[in-house]
């Protein structure tokens, strides 16, 4: 079936640090993939999306880019900041189906 | 108001109460979703209702009692709840079918079962 891998968190990093959040997936046909966020105490916001391989999304500075070859859809942004601190989920959707998540990663950014 | 909104935003309540929580969006989607987060654990699918019919029902308990009475509103009603279905319930809908969509979420409900 389908399914998604991120890596373990938290991860924790100084300001304007580089953050990779590694994702992974398995899936049959050619599933659109997401990276959503929650910030705490709220619910999940998409925060950006590819439809095809070689698709790159893009917001807030954040992106990632649709790895046919590798199955990955790694989430990396420049400089983090500390109101980047939330959890991010990696999912996916084929069609007629529902989007399924990964575990989820912590991120903690300090001053 | 737009997007998906969900009602009461914190719930505390004993084990012999009866609670219901809402949720409503103002999205145009035919498709709406339960999920349950607990800490450290992933989100769990709970209920999936399609055109107002329930379509998913992932061997959830039944104190958890779910109604879509339109395609705009859903209800988690809640009763003889354990102390362990404390968690935060978060609604969601989309426009199901095939066009590749995600979710829109509501900001949840933090339930505390005493």
């Known amino acids: 079936g389908n399914s998604v891998t991120q890596m373990e968190g938290p991860v924790t990093l100084s300001e304007e640090a580089f953050l990779t959040i590694n994702c992974t997936y398995t899936?049959?046909?050619?599933?659109?993939l997401f990276w959503y966020v929650q910030y705490p105490g709220e619910g999940l916001q998409l925060l950006l999306k590819?439809?095809?391989?070689?698709d790159k999304g893009s917001n807030k500075g954040f992106e990632a880019t649709y790895r046919k070859e590798t199955t990955s859809f790694h989430l990396e942004k420049g400089s983090v900041q500390v109101s980047d601190s939330a959890v991010y989920f990696c999912?996916?959707?084929?069609?007629?189906?529902?989007?399924?998540f990964g575990p989820g990663t912590s991120l903690s950014v300090i001053p | 108001e737009t997007g998906v909104t969900q009602t009461p935003r914190h719930l505390v309540m004993g084990m012999t109460n009866k609670k219901s929580l809402k949720c409503e969006q103002h999205?145009?989607?035919?498709?709406m979703y339960w999920y349950k987060q607990s800490a450290k654990k992933p989100l769990e699918l709970m209920f999936v209702?399609?055109?107002?019919?329930?379509?998913e029902n992932n061997s959830v308990p039944s104190r958890f009692s779910p109604e879509c009475p339109n395609s705009s509103h859903l209800f988690l009603h809640l009763h003889t709840l354990q102390p362990e279905d404390s968690a935060l319930y978060l609604c969601?809908?989309?426009?199901?079918?095939?066009?590749?969509?995600?979710?829109?979420f509501g900001s949840g409900t933090r339930l505390t079962v005493v």
């Open positions: 590819a439809t095809k391989a070689d």
């Open positions: 969601a809908s989309s426009q199901g079918g095939g066009e590749i969509v995600g979710y829109t």
């Open positions: 999912a996916l959707k084929t069609s007629y189906d529902k989007v399924i």
């Open positions: 999205l145009g989607h035919n498709a």
């Open positions: 899936a049959t046909g050619y599933p659109s």
């Open positions: 209702y399609s055109l107002e019919e329930r379509v």
